[in-house]
């Protein structure tokens, strides 16, 4: 059976108007290795799911009394330009003297996250929010919030639409889909992955933008 006729649509607990594609499979991501592909293409890309998504993600920050900026990884620019005019609408401005809130990407170089120089006032001093797309084993949250925190930035929250973890850093990572709302979705150490004991192929290479089939 190939991969998409078993793919399956999951709604989301807080809207059913946004849905989780979920493929199950033997997938290989950066850090680990994954017993579901969860295709998170269309909230990210598409204008309706995506601002459905920043209502979402606005819940967690209506106590917070300001945030600069979102800081976008996995290809999540298009939330995060929602989620600031949900924070402007919903009173949580920026402390910036423009009043905008701003919404950057980090440029990855030789495996560092770096801000460069015309960004990095956007970071430094400023309330951030990190928004990713999924969150499996925290590495990426961590490497970003290091990064942020380096290039002094004060890290408000942390938004992904899917996550596996709570609490990266000391940071509670707020989620539209959690771990649980996917049945047996098992994350494994490449040597530990019971696929591979088995000699069983990979389905696909995957991340967050999307997977290559093997």
């Keep these: 059976m190939s991969m998409l006729a078993r793919q399956v649509s999951i709604p989301a607990k807080a809207n059913n108007k946004i849905e989780l594609k979920a493929i199950p499979g033997h997938f290989a991501t950066n850090h680990s290795h994954i017993n579901y592909y969860l295709d ?13 998504a920043a209502k979402e993600f606005v819940q967690r920050y209506k106590s917070t009394s300001a945030v600069d900026t979102v800081v ?26 423009n009043e905008n809130i701003n919404v950057v990407t980090p440029e990855i170089t030789g495996g560092q996250m ?27 949250i961590q490497q970003s919030i290091n990064a942020i925190r380096y290039y002094g930035g004060i890290v408000e929250g942390v938004s992904a639409i899917f996550a596996a973890v709570d ?15 996917i049945n ?18 990979l389905d696909a290479i995957v991340n967050s933008y999307g997977y290559s089939r093997v």
């Design 40 to 52: 998170i293409t269309p909230i990210k890309c598409r204008h309706m799911e995506a601002q459905l």
């Design 72 to 97: 976008c990884m996995d290809g999540c620019e298009v939330i995060g330009a929602y989620l600031a005019e949900e924070l402007a609408a919903a009173g949580i401005m920026s402390l910036n003297s």
């Design 114 to 140: 770096i801000f460069r120089d015309n960004v990095e006032g956007m970071i430094m001093d400023k309330h951030v929010v990190l928004l990713l797309a999924s969150a499996t084993t925290g590495q990426t």
């Design 167 to 181: 609490e990266v850093a000391g940071v509670t990572v707020d989620s539209i889909y959690h771990v649980d709302d």
């Design 184 to 201: 047996d979705y098992q994350n494994y150490a490449p040597t530990e992955c019971p696929y591979c004991k088995a000699q069983r192929k």
